[in-house]
C-alpha cells in the first residue's frame, strides 16, 4: 500500500499515467519541439564552425594557380578532391614584386591514386617552411618543430599504420603529427615540406607509379603549384589582383573573401531558415499545446471540481494543470533532445557530406549551451501554453463545473 | 453546533426574471444529527447543500463554522474549510479514475499539505465502510453502491464535523440504498452532523429531522407525516 503523501506532483503523475495517449500526444508535440530546437540550433552551429575552420586554414588573401584551375584549387580547400596541376616557380618571384603583396609563399601538390592509408586518394601539400605562414600557425598548434625531409603531419581523417607511418609511391613516411578536425579538405590531406614532395613526385614518375600526364610533363624542381599571397594593410583585395593579372601572365586567382562569400551567403539563408522555423514551430506548438490542453482540462472539468469540492485551493487546482504540463514538457524535452542527440552526433560526417558545406560539430560547452536553450524553450512551451486553461478552471464556478462535468 | 446555516436566500437571473432557489433558509447542524432534505428537482435542495460547503456564494444570509461566516474567509481559508470542517459527498460518481480506492480516499488528507502517512487511516475507513478488499482496485472495477462507500470514506478521512451528501442514493438499487443509508445513520450515530438531500422518501427513515425543500422554501416535518408529492 502506496504511504506517500498524495502531493499535486504524485496526483499529476497517476493522471497522466492512466491516460497514456492524452499525455502522450501533448508530450509528442514537445518532443518534435525539442528535437528541431537543438538539433537545428547543432546544425546551424555545426556549418558556422566549419565555415570559421576554413576561414582559419586559408590564411592567405589570394591564391594564384595555373589558369584556369581555380576550380580544382577550391576543390583541395572544401572537400580535398585531390588534384594536380603546376606552373613555373618563377611566378612566385614575379608575384611577390607586384604592387600591395605583402608575402607569398608557394606550395607544391600531389595526389595518390591509390595509398595504403586511406580509402580515398590522398592529397599530398608541400610546403616551403622558408616562407610559409599559412599553414604554420595551426601546424604549430600540434607540432612545433619544422618539418624535416621524411616527415609528415596528416590531416584528421588520415589512419596512420600501428607504427605511425605511412607509404606513398613506396616510400615510409614518419607521421610527426595529426591536425584537428576542420570539416574542410585538410582533414584528408597530408603535410611535408617541399622537398620531401617534389622527391616522392620525382621518384614516382621514374617508377610511373600512380602519376598522370601532368607529373610526366612538369619540370618538377622547377615547379609549383600555387601562390598564397597576403595583401598589404589599408590595400583593396581588388587593386593588388588586378595588379598581379596585369604583371603576371597565366595565373588564375582565387580571392579567399569570394570562396567564403558563397558559403557565407548559403550559411546566412540556412541560418535564417532556421531561425524563422525554430520560432515559427515554437509558436505553432505553443498554439497546438494550448489548444490540447484547453480540450483536455475541459473534459476534466468534473475531475478538478471534486479536487475543489475535497478542498483543493484554486491555486492548487492552477498548479495541478501547470504540473501535469511541465512533467510533459520536461520529458518532451529530454527524449526530443535525446532524440536529436542520436541522429545527428553519430551522423554528423554523413550530414556534412550531404549538405556539400564544411561541417564541424560545436564543442561540448557549445553544446551544452544548446541543448539548455533549446531545453528551457520547449519546457516553457508546456506550461506557458497551460497558463490559459489553469486560470480558466481555477476561476470556473465549481458547482457549474460539476454539473457540466456530468 | 456544528454549522449553523442562518437566513440564507440565493437568488438567480432567468431572464429578465429573477427567482428564488433557496429562500431564507436556516438550519442547524448538531453533532449527531442525520438530517435529511427532500424535494423535486429544481427544488434549490442542492443549491442549499452547495452554500453550505462554500461552493456557491449565496444573495443573503451567512453559514457560520467556528462562529466565523464562511463568506468572508479567503480561497485559502474556505478550502481549508472544506477539507476539515466538511465531509462532501457529491452526486453522481465523484472518484478520481486515475486513483485507486485507498488513494482517493486519503486524497483529502493531503490537500492542505498534510505530510503524515495516511494508508492505515484510509484502510481503516475502507474496513468500516465495508470495502478494504477493494482498496487496491480503482474506481471503474467499482459498482455504484461501492462507489458511494468510497465517496463516504474519503468524506470521513480528516474527521470532520459534518458530512454533507447531495442525493448519495440516486443511482442506487433498494437494498444498496439501504446499506448506504445506514451506513450516513451510523456516521451521525457516531457524533457527527450529518446532512443529506435526496428524492428517496424512504430515506426519512433513518433520519433524526427532516425537511421537504419546495421552491426555495425549506420546512421541517413530523416524522410520521412527511408531505412529499
Known amino acids: 500500500m502506496s504511504a506517500k503523501p498524495m502531493t499535486i506532483t504524485r496526483l499529476s503523475l497517476y493522471n497522466l499515467r492512466g491516460k497514456p495517449f492524452r499525455s502522450g500526444s501533448l508530450m509528442a508535440v514537445v518532443l518534435i519541439l525539442a528535437f528541431a530546437l537543438f538539433g537545428g540550433s547543432v546544425l546551424s552551429a555545426s556549418l558556422k ?24 584549387y577550391q576543390g583541395i580547400i572544401l572537400s580535398g578532391e585531390p588534384v594536380k596541376f603546376y606552373f613555373d616557380k618563377s611566378i612566385e618571384q614575379k608575384i611577390k614584386k607586384v604592387d600591395g603583396v605583402e608575402k607569398v609563399t608557394s606550395q607544391f601538390y600531389l595526389s595518390t591514386l591509390s595509398a595504403d592509408c586511406c580509402s580515398v586518394p590522398v592529397q599530398i601539400i608541400g610546403i616551403d617552411p622558408n616562407t ?87 619540370d618538377l624542381e622547377n615547379s609549383i603549384s600555387s ?37 557565407s551567403n548559403n550559411l546566412d539563408i540556412i541560418n535564417s531558415f532556421v531561425g524563422i522555423f525554430s520560432l515559427a514551430l515554437w509558436i505553432l506548438a505553443a498554439l497546438v499545446l494550448t489548444l490540447l490542453f484547453s480540450v483536455t482540462i475541459n473534459n476534466r472539468k468534473k475531475e478538478f471540481s471534486v479536487l475543489r469540492i475535497l478542498g483543493a485551493t484554486r491555486r492548487k487546482l492552477a498548479g495541478a494543470v501547470l504540473t501535469e504540463s511541465l512533467i510533459l514538457s520536461i520529458t518532451g524535452s529530454v527524449v526530443g533532445i535525446l532524440l536529436s542527440a542520436i541522429v545527428i552526433f553519430p551522423f554528423s560526417t554523413l550530414i556534412g557530406e550531404q549538405l556539400g558545406l564544411p561541417f564541424l560539430l560545436p564543442g561540448v ?19 506557458l501554453s497551460a497558463i490559459y486553461s489553469a486560470v480558466k478552471i481555477s476561476r470556473t464556478e465549481t458547482y457549474v463545473t460539476l454539473r457540466e462535468g456530468e | 453546533m456544528a454549522i449553523a446555516v442562518k437566513n440564507i436566500t440565493k437568488e438567480y437571473k432567468r431572464g429578465k426574471r429573477s427567482f428564488k432557489a433557496v429562500d431564507d433558509v436556516s438550519l442547524g447542524l448538531h453533532p449527531g444529527d442525520f438530517i435529511v432534505i427532500i424535494g423535486k428537482s429544481g427544488s434549490g435542495k442542492s443549491t442549499l447543500l452547495n452554500i453550505i460547503a462554500g461552493l456557491t456564494y449565496p444573495t443573503d444570509g451567512r453559514v457560520e463554522a467556528d462562529e466565523s461566516n464562511i463568506f468572508t474567509l479567503t480561497d485559502k481559508q474556505i478550502s481549508r474549510y472544506r477539507n476539515q470542517t466538511i465531509g462532501y459527498i457529491p452526486q453522481g460518481h465523484s472518484t478520481l479514475a486515475d486513483l485507486n480506492v485507498v488513494d482517493n480516499v486519503r486524497l483529502p488528507f493531503h490537500l492542505n499539505g498534510e ?57 442506487l438499487d433498494k437494498q444498496t440504498t439501504a446499506e448506504v443509508l445506514t451506513l450516513l445513520r451510523s456516521v451521525a450515530e457516531g457524533g457527527k452532523a450529518v446532512l443529506m438531500v ?32
Open chain 2, 115 to 171: 505530510k503524515r502517512i495516511s494508508a492505515d487511516k484510509a484502510e481503516e475507513l475502507l474496513t468500516r465502510v465495508g470495502i478494504h478488499a477493494l482498496a487496491k482496485n480503482f474506481p471503474k472495477h467499482l459498482s455504484g453502491g461501492e462507489l458511494k462507500r468510497v465517496a463516504i470514506a474519503r468524506a470521513l478521512i480528516n474527521d470532520p464535523e459534518a458530512i454533507i451528501a447531495d442525493e448519495p442514493t440516486s443511482d
Open chain 1, 227 to 263: 601562390v598564397l599571397i597576403k595583401t598589404k594593410k589599408g590595400i583593396d583585395l581588388d587593386t593588388v589582383a588586378t595588379n598581379i593579372r596585369r604583371s603576371v601572365d597565366g595565373v588564375s586567382l582565387v580571392k579567399s573573401k569570394n570562396l567564403f562569400e558563397s558559403f
Open chain 1, 49 to 72: 564552425n566549419g565555415l570559421s575552420a576554413l576561414e582559419g586554414r586559408l590564411g592567405a588573401d589570394i591564391a594564384a594557380v595555373p589558369l584556369g584551375y581555380e576550380n580544382s
Open chain 2, 198 to 229: 435526496t428524492h428517496d422518501l424512504d430515506a426519512v427513515k433513518y433520519a433524526t429531522r427532516s425537511f421537504v425543500m419546495e421552491s426555495g422554501v425549506l420546512t421541517e416535518q413530523k416524522k410520521e407525516a412527511v408531505l412529499y408529492v
Open chain 1, 365 to 383: 560547452d557549445d553544446t551544452l549551451g544548446y541543448l539548455l536553450i533549446a531545453f528551457l524553450l520547449a519546457v516553457v512551451a508546456g506550461p
Open chain 1, 132 to 218: 610559409d605562414f599559412v599553414t604554420k600557425p595551426w601546424i604549430a598548434e600540434v607540432y612545433h618543430n619544422e618539418l624535416k625531409d621524411g616527415q609528415m603531419i596528416i590531416g584528421s581523417d588520415i589512419l596512420p599504420k600501428k607504427d605511425n607511418t605511412l607509404t606513398f609511391f613506396n616510400q615510409k613516411f614518419t607521421i610527426v603529427a595529426k591536425l584537428e578536425k576542420t570539416a574542410t579538405g585538410m582533414d584528408n590531406s597530408v603535410f611535408v615540406n617541399v622537398s620531401t614532395v617534389k622527391s616522392l613526385a620525382e621518384s614516382a614518375k621514374q617508377r610511373g607509379l600512380g602519376t598522370n600526364a601532368e607529373v610526366q610533363e612538369a
